[in-house]
């Protein structure tokens, strides 16, 4: 899986003015797959909607419904993030 950040804009991320992602290997197959799924019209659009769900999002917990219609709580790995996980809320 890769996902690799190109910087632009300026030469550190923080002065960038706009971010590039290249998605290739099985982190572009996922998105396709998750693309296709759900509906979505394009890749684009899926990440858009994925952007705006975690924005609303009170803590890093997010929780989805499967197939079985079972809800599913979701964290970051530690390895993702800049501090440690703190307790997050339960879904209830």
């Known amino acids: 899986m890769a996902i690799t950040r190109k910087v632009s804009g300026g030469i550190e991320p923080e002065n960038e003015t706009e971010l590039n992602l290249v998605f290739n ?3 572009l197959d996922a998105l396709k797959t998750a693309v296709e799924h ?8 899926l990440l858009r909607y994925t952007l705006a769900v975690i924005s609303k999002s009170a803590t890093r917990t997010l ?7 079972k809800s599913i709580a979701f964290n970051p790995s530690a390895a993702l993030l800049v501090e440690p996980l703190s307790k997050e ?3 209830q």
Do not use: Q
Request: proline share 5%; charged share 40%.
């Open 25 to 27: 290997n099985g982190d």
């Open 38 to 45: 759900l509906g979505f019209k394009d890749e684009v659009s």
């Open 63 to 69: 929780t989805v419904i499967d197939k079985d219609g």
């Open 89 to 91: 809320v339960k879904p």
